[in-house]
C-alpha cells in the first residue's frame, strides 16, 4: 500500500521561509504525479502545486513566484520551498499521489504550517 509521510511545518514569521518534505512509500515514485494542497481552518482544500513525472508544473495563483515544488526521485521525496510567508498561508499542508497510469490517488495526513505577522 501507498504510505506519504510530510514532514518539515512548524511555526515561522512573516516573510520567513520553510521547505516541506514528503516521503513516499509503497509506490514505484516515477510514474506518480506529486502534488501538495493546503487547507485552512473553516476552507476549502486548495491547490498548492503539483509536479508530473516529466517535470511539468503547475501553481496556484496565490503561490505563485514563493513557493518552489521539485522531486527527488531518488528518495522517493516530493519538497515545497515556501519563501515570503504570509499570515494567509497558514494551514495544514498535504501531500498528493497520483500514480499517472492507474490514476489511484493517496493522501498523506498534512503538516501544520502556522505563519505569525
Known amino acids: 500500500q501507498v504510505q506519504l509521510v510530510e514532514s518539515g511545518g512548524g511555526l515561522v514569521q512573516a516573510g520567513g521561509s520553510l521547505r516541506l518534505s514528503c516521503a513516499a512509500s509503497?509506490?514505484?515514485?516515477?510514474?506518480?504525479?506529486m502534488g501538495w494542497y493546503r487547507q485552512a481552518p473553516g476552507k476549502q482544500r486548495d491547490l498548492v502545486a503539483t509536479?508530473?513525472?516529466?517535470?511539468?508544473?503547475n501553481y496556484g495563483d496565490s503561490v505563485k513566484g514563493r513557493f518552489t515544488i521539485s522531486r527527488d526521485n531518488a528518495k522517493n521525496t516530493v519538497y515545497l520551498h515556501m519563501n515570503s510567508l504570509k499570515p494567509e498561508d497558514t494551514a495544514v499542508y498535504y501531500c498528493?499521489?497520483?500514480?499517472?497510469?492507474?490514476?489511484?490517488?493517496?493522501w498523506g495526513l498534512g503538516t501544520q504550517v502556522t505563519v505569525s505577522s
Open positions: 509503497g509506490s514505484i515514485f516515477s510514474i506518480n504525479t
Open positions: 509536479i508530473t513525472p516529466g517535470d511539468s508544473i
Open positions: 498528493h499521489l497520483e500514480n499517472i497510469f492507474t490514476r489511484d490517488a493517496y
